[in-house]
């Protein structure tokens, strides 16, 4: 298949594209996949080959299962399978304000449950509260208060997509706001050395801030992709509206993931990818969080440090639909560890002033890490 480079990546020449869908900027398009799902019985897999001019690669293959797992039925993996997909549909069909009702009263529903003393996000809330530095100067925002406030931002990020898919990119680039002299910076470093590596957490309004990052610099998005084909879909036509550079690299080919981020470094890029998932395989490497030994992973440390270009961490913090872009400093290494906890120790900083921005305040893993530092000492 022929192919050709465009701002977006490789895109074949021989997909057909359509017009672009409500929203977009003038001259985008989208592509749509070309193939049908294949179904593999012995596996219990099904699979299917999603194209988009956004895509760094032109393409991606999705492999879902077909029997449900072992999860259970409120899990996270069963909820979002269900709830993201309702609300695309609803965001399809309806205005933004009828759009967002059902997440308005799912927001209500689990703020009463807070008065449920074996509700997680409730725990993980009161453990952070415990490991939050004192305040001489301010008082520290109480559990109650950080919970409602995840909600909160929950919800306002849930309104900046709802509005993007409707009303277009540039009705919702106002409401992020990044520093100047943050943004002279990073110019500043992606010309001294080529390009540079954000690193970020899951922030609540992680995805949806890589809208201004790519506005602002020639940004390639790595992301792992969700693991069911309807909610990768999804997320493509949302990235198509914020025209970005994206990589997907769940299933991928490391080579081929490895060769397109050296590419991206050497043509004066920026690199930017969530790194707070704790990794549990024997390449992790051991990092300090919560003053616990947390295990992370160092690939985008260690093609940093041989491109020898800049880790920059990054935190997006929320207050509803706004969204405040803080940077830290950058580092040049070839210690990879050493890089990994640069940016881990600055992620923990921002999370403790800020730990209803975190996504992962609701994650199960994460909610482990944080019972166990209770009682200890958070890193200074």
Known sequence: ????????????????????PIGCRSGQTRLESLSMPATDHSSGTRAQVLNSPILYLGKVTVTERIAPNKAGWLSGTRLKA??????????????????????????????????????????????????????????????????????????????????????????????????????????????????????????????FSAL???????????????????????????????????????????????????????????????????????????????GQTVGLSDWAARIAARMQVPVIPAYFHSQGTDIEVSVGAALVSHNTPYAVQHYASFFEQEILKDPASWAYLADKHWQKVLKKAVGKDPMS
């Open 212 to 290: 201004h990052i790519g506005d602002c610099f020639d940004m390639l998005l790595v992301a792992k992709n969700s693991p069911t084909i309807e909610r990768t879909r999804i997320a493509i036509d949302f990235y198509e509206r914020m025209q970005l550079s994206l990589l997907l690299v769940r299933e991928g080919h490391p080579v081929e993931l490895s060769r397109a981020m050296f590419s991206c470094l050497k043509g004066g890029k920026l690199v930017a990818a969530t790194l707070d998932n704790i990794d549990r395989t024997p390449n992790q490497v051991p990092t300090l969080l919560f």
């Open 82 to 207: 269900f709830i993201f997909p309702f609300l695309y549909r609803l965001v399809r069909a309806l205005p933004v304000g009828l759009a967002l009702l059902p997440a308005r009263l799912l927001v209500a529903i689990a703020g009463l449950l807070y008065v449920l003393p074996n509700n997680p996000l409730r725990n993980a809330c009161e453990h952070i509260y415990q490991l939050m530095p004192a305040d001489d100067r301010e008082p520290k925002i109480s559990p109650r208060q950080i919970y409602k406030q995840f909600l909160h931002n929950a919800l306002g990020v849930l309104n900046n997509f709802f509005t993007l898919y409707r009303h277009g990119s540039e009705a919702v680039l106002p409401r992020i706001r990044m520093q100047a002299d943050d943004k002279t910076r990073i110019q500043s470093l992606i010309d001294a050395h080529g390009g540079i590596v954000l690193a970020v957490p899951h922030n609540i309004a992680s995805a």
């Open 1 to 20: 298949m022929l192919c050709t480079i465009s701002n977006g990546g490789i895109v074949p020449k021989d997909i057909t594209a359509v017009p672009a």
